[in-house]
T-cell receptor, first 111, second 119 residues
Framework: KNEVEQSPQNLTAQEGEFITINCSYS?????LHWLQQHPGGGIVSLFM???GKKKHGRLIATINIQEKHSSLHITASHPRDSAVYIC?????????????FGEGTQLTVNP | DTEVTQTPKHLVMGMTNKKSLKCEQH?????MYWYKQKAKKPPELMFV???????INESVPSRFSPECPNSSLLNLHLHALQPEDSALYLC??????????????????FGEGSRLTVL
């Protein structure tokens, strides 16, 4: 069993829909990252969480440390949100610590 | 400037060639990383440099040779690669130390990647 599990693996939505991507992990962590990767490669860091909730534009990320679970929500989804969304957890306390990545969720938003 | 710049964006090389991938950041980050990513898979950590010193080598074959000549630059020298080394190579940077300490957000900044094809 992977230390970081994401669901769903693939998600197709219509423009305007509310989207939720889930991440569960089985190890103690110091932080959890949500990353976005568009076709062509570049990875963008969306959020880094160690507790609670963060919001940036149409994106909301939450984490429940006790349940070892995080969710990424996208409100009013748009075709430009189509990308792979990756959950990654940091085990150590320092920024240079190893990240353990989930397998990613491929999101396709149709117009 | 919140960019990590990688060059070249695409590289095709034969198994006997020697080439290098370059990465540059001007955010004052003292931790820099090389990741390898195969298609439809998450990134795999290769190397971590902290204060220009190699701190993590994830048992990477010696045909990959990292170098950190100064705090802004990170190179990955490639020699005698195999076709299975074809992948997207991603560079990243971050502040060093405890997240939350002295304004350290703990955030990781990635470059756009260098797509390598080994023939």
């Amino acid at each position: 069993k992977n230390e970081v599990e994401q669901s769903p693996q693939n998600l197709t939505a219509q423009e305007g829909e509310f989207i939720t991507i889930n991440c569960s992990y089985s190890v103690g962590i110091s932080a959890l990252h949500w990353l976005q990767q568009h076709p062509g490669g570049g990875i963008v860091s969306l959020f880094m969480l160690s507790s609670g909730k963060k919001k940036h534009g149409r994106l909301i990320a939450t984490i429940n440390i006790q349940e070892k679970h995080s969710s990424l929500h996208i409100t009013a989804s748009h075709p430009r949100d189509s990308a792979v969304y990756i959950c990654a957890v940091r085990r150590g306390e320092t920024s240079g610590s190893r990240l353990t990545f989930g397998e990613g969720t491929q999101l396709t938003v149709n117009p | 400037d919140t960019e990590v710049t990688q060059t070249p964006k695409h590289l095709v090389m034969g198994m006997t060639n020697k080439k290098s991938l370059k990465c540059e950041q001007h955010m004052g980050h003292r931790a820099m990383y090389w990741y390898k990513q195969k298609a439809k898979k998450p990134p795999e950590l290769m190397f971590v440099y902290s204060y220009e010193k190699l701190s993590i080598n994830e048992s990477v074959p010696s045909r990959f040779s990292p170098e950190c000549p100064n705090s802004s630059l990170l190179n990955l020298h490639l020699h005698a690669l195999q076709p299975e080394d074809s992948a997207l190579y991603l560079c990243a940077s971050s502040q060093v130390g405890l997240a939350g300490d002295k304004g350290n957000t703990g955030e990781l900044f990635f470059g756009e990647g260098s797509r390598l094809t080994v023939l």
